[in-house]
């Protein structure tokens, strides 16, 4: 192997005008520049490497970075007392209380799921589970907001049962219960569906481990699985550039992950936290070796030299360019005592997990990486790290936008009388994003370990942190592309409203926020702007929610060709619950209920699922935001579930009123009768408006009866509308009964909206 041909340093600084592949590895030609100026001379093609993958669009947020300052300029100091880590590590960690801890991170691996859908969707999960690790705590749940192209186009087929399988057999083997998500489709994602995964982890609060590399002297240890020639140039080249009209064809390899030696690898861990033996630590995702070498040193109070021949291989004709690239999976970096390497082993041994020492921290500035004696890597680690390109890019408001907005959905045709409000609620109930999603949710384990309390078809997921206490948190994540759209800014208002009042229906208190923020390209204009509207958005409704963004991830290039995906800003909410087994669930399992409404209704239909479905609409303005209102319902709802006052709460957005009600009944296949009349007289709407708009703000909630004043007292003393809508019907499978307008069987709703899913893909 000594044999092999290198590019030194000594040979890069005696050959200064070698000619190098640096547009081939995605860099510009003022980036190139740049790295010959921080080195003082060409960088060897060891160095070309780690710069081009770690000053990657995916990795180095280079035409993101400028906007997403905001986020920590309007964390207020309020906001940060619940925070014990926040932006910049692995994953936020956030104080839930009686010395524990949660930590959560949402990500994107779009584009290596659209090329191979299964490995691509199952490493995003391997890949978010071990920057959950790498923050020392034990992984509870996961979650998987995806969106896909047409229902029924042929590439649909292609890629969502392979995203699907790759989701469930990852999770599923690791041990780790799916509790939530989304599934969406729209064409816009015909090319680029989204892929994005969310997981949650607990430990003690004083358990919390970092990435950085400190103390001279200390070892580097790479330990897992061994390193591949999959995954070179994967997600970090293949998220920083568009696809072409041909498709994915011709694209860097995507990761191949195993999630049973990522099991053994969590276990072992865990076990090497509980020892102290572990001073630093880092997982391997994108950019493998290049980011966990440079990301440990820059974080360090020193430097590092790594001896790269000692990396174990599974392919024995690897490069030390492929080898600093690869970004084969089930990986982790530690950085250990020279006294704590013995024990270290011992644990690693123990699981037979594969642990090799590549070289140690050093008291001088550079990150050095030999392969075997000769020096291929002399760089400053902030400069590949930290340091690297960030882009002012060019804003603009898309022209299409006012034609957008002014064609709104008065311009459509509205049902008729009650027959016409029935066929619409059919229809939404049978569409791919209103229909039943257990043909994707059943390939999911929701409740191994025994800790969830709250899954999918709820609102958000629950999941218990304390056994003993039963402490736990709420998860949601939601974004409706079509509202940012219309107004990105908006729109990711509306997305953390959503999410925020999703955790707040379990009667949890919403407590802090994760993102995945998908957009087209940067290199667009009307993208920036689209992009800079929705982060300011997100960061101004968090501050005035007083929920701190712990952190996220941006994915660009969403586009094929001139084509761009709607904006799609996902936010994830978490919030805190004192005991998970007193948590509300979105649907009635119980006759005699009294049916309350929260918050007003007004004609809002322009981007909602009403205006999609029926008449494939999309234009006008989304429905306001009132954070606000938000705020107050949350705090409603959160008084009301700990006095014991709600039976269940569900929100109302994709289909309004129509669809939660019909969703309530389908849960336990128990009726209810609702009177439109109140709605009309107070909010001064009429039927449609009121069983289909997706005003903000809003909860249906059911109340025993016994405990109905006691709610409405509870209502008015914090401020908030409420409004008796009905009561839930008899045991078995009743009707909706919407008084004087229509009645349609629970059978009738669950023809419509079951199987639809299915039977598209077996057309």
Known sequence: MTAVHVDTV????????????????????????????ILGRRPTSS???????????????????????????????QMREQLLVGIGENAGVVDIGEGWAVTFKIESHNHPSY??????????????????????????AVMDPLRFGALDHP???????????????????????????????????????????????????????LAKASGTGNKVVLFGARTGGDGIGGVSVLASETFEDAGPSKRPSVQVGDPFAEKVLIECSLELYAAGVVDGIQDLGGAGLSCATSELASNGDGGMRVQLDRVPLRDSSLTPEEILMSES???????????????????????????????????????????????????PPRSVAHDGPVYERPLARPGYLDELQAHNTRVLPRPVGGPGLREDLLALLGSPDGCDLSWVTQQYDRYVR???????????????????????????????????????????????????????????????????????????????????????????????????????????????????????????????????????????????????????????????????VVHAHLGGRPPRVDLAAEERLAGTLLAASRAGLVHSAHDLSAGGLAVALAEGVLRHDIGATVSLAGLRERD????????????????????????????????????????????????GPESLVVEGAFQVSAAELRTAHSGVIEAALAS
């Open 115 to 140: 090329v191979e859908p299964y490995q691509g969707a199952a490493t995003g999960v391997g890949g978010i589970v071990r920057d959950i690790m790498s923050m020392g705590a034990r992984p509870l």
């Open 684 to 731: 001064g709407v009429d039927d449609f408006a009121a069983l289909f708009s997706e005003s903000t703000a809003r909860v249906l909630v059911a109340v025993p009866p016994e405990h109905a004043e006691a709610f409405e007292e509870l209502c008015a003393a914090e401020g908030q509308e409420v409004l008796a809508l009905g009561t839930t019907g008899s045991e």
């Open 10 to 37: 000594a040979a890069a600084s005696g050959d200064p005008d070698r000619e190098q592949p640096w547009a081939e590895l995605g860099l510009r030609a003022d980036e190139y520049a740049r790295i010959r100026e």
């Open 450 to 612: 025994g800790n969830t309390a709250r899954a999918m078809p709820d609102d958000a997921g629950v999941v218990r942190v304390d056994e003993e206490t039963g402490r736990g948190v709420a998860l949601a994540t939601d974004c409706n592309g079509r509202f940012a759209k219309l107004d990105p800014y908006a729109g990711a208002q509306l997305a953390l409203a959503e999410a925020y009042r999703n955790v707040a229906t379990t009667g949890a208190r919403p407590l802090a926020v994760s993102d995945c923020l998908n957009f087209g390209s940067p290199e667009d204009p009307g993208v920036m702007w689209q992009f800079a509207q929705a982060v300011t958005g997100l960061a101004d409704g968090c501050q005035q929610l007083g929920v701190p963004v712990t952190g996220g991830n941006v994915s660009f290039y969403n586009q094929t060709g001139d084509t761009a995906i709607h904006p799609t800003p996902v936010v994830a909410v978490l919030g805190v619950v004192d005991d998970v087994a007193d948590t509300n669930g979105s649907g009635w399992s119980l006759p005699g209920q009294s049916l309350y409404l929260l918050g007003r209704t007004r004609e809002e239909l322009d981007g909602s699922a009403w205006a999609h």
């Open 47 to 77: 160095e070309l490497a780690m710069y081009s993958v770690m000053w990657s669009e995916h990795c180095s947020y280079k035409s993101s970075k400028v906007h997403l300052r905001q986020f920590g300029e309007k964390t207020t100091d």
């Open 155 to 209: 590439d649909t087929a292609r890629v969502l049962p392979g995203v699907v399988a790759g989701i469930g057999g990852y999770g599923n083997c690791l041990g780790l219960p799916n509790i939530g998500g989304e599934v969406v489709f729209d064409s816009c994602y015909q090319g680029n569906p989204l892929v994005n995964a969310l997981c949650v982890g607990a430990l003690r609060a004083e358990d919390i481990h």
């Open 329 to 379: 999976q089930e990986r982790m970096m530690a950085i250990v005592r020279p006294e704590h390497l013995e024990g270290f082993l011992a644990i690693t041994d123990r699981w037979e997990v594969e642990a090799t020492v590549l070289g140690e921290v050093t008291d001088g500035d550079h990150l050095q990486v030999y392969w075997h004696d000769d020096l291929v890597v002399d760089v």
